[in-house]
């Protein structure tokens, strides 16, 4: 048996090398920090046409979705904050999050709103089904979390 020389060394590596198969690249999937339900759409779209027909002369423009954010308040550490998201917020929130609310049906309100989540709050909601109740007693949004490790008694605050 003859030795390998350099020079067949670097030939059976090079040809080894390149005949391995590459892996194709995973492409990965977007996913939405929160899932919008139909009632919560529909909702929003309402208090987003009240918010724009009362207030026309806006210097921020029209709203066209909202902004959700997460304040330390309340007696379990961390609470939800909504406001109106206008035409410019990702210029002057460029690390916000940006999703669209996406319907089964194209028809249905709310359908293509924005909603923006607040950088300090994606962590804390990543996972969350917002949801709208209309009842006898109450009208709001309700938030289920995964990642919601406790809530107070009257539903306000949450930790994680």
């Known amino acids: 048996m003859m030795p390998q020389t350099n020079d067949d060394q670097q030939s059976s590596s090079s040809t080894s090398s390149s005949t391995k198969q590459q892996r194709p690249k995973r492409t990965r999937r977007s996913l939405d920090p929160l899932l919008i339900t139909p009632a919560a759409a529909a ?3 309402f208090l987003i046409s009240q918010h724009n027909l009362n207030n026309p002369g806006s210097p921020e423009g029209p709203a066209v979705g909202i902004r959700l954010g997460t304040k330390k308040r309340g007696c379990n550490g961390l609470s939800y904050t909504l406001n109106y998201a ?12 940006a999703m669209t609310i996406n319907l089964s049906s194209p028809d249905m309100e709310g359908n293509g709103l924005k909603v923006f989540v607040e950088p300090m709050a994606l962590m804390n909601v990543i996972g969350t089904e917002m949801d ?12 289920t979390n995964p990642n919601s490790k406790g809530e107070c008694g009257c539903g306000e605050s949450f930790n994680v």
């Open 43 to 45: 909702r929003i779209h």
């Open 86 to 97: 206008y035409e410019n917020h990702l210029e002057n929130h460029p690390r916000d999050e």
């Open 132 to 143: 709208f109740l209309d009842t006898v007693m109450t009208s709001e949004f309700t938030f």
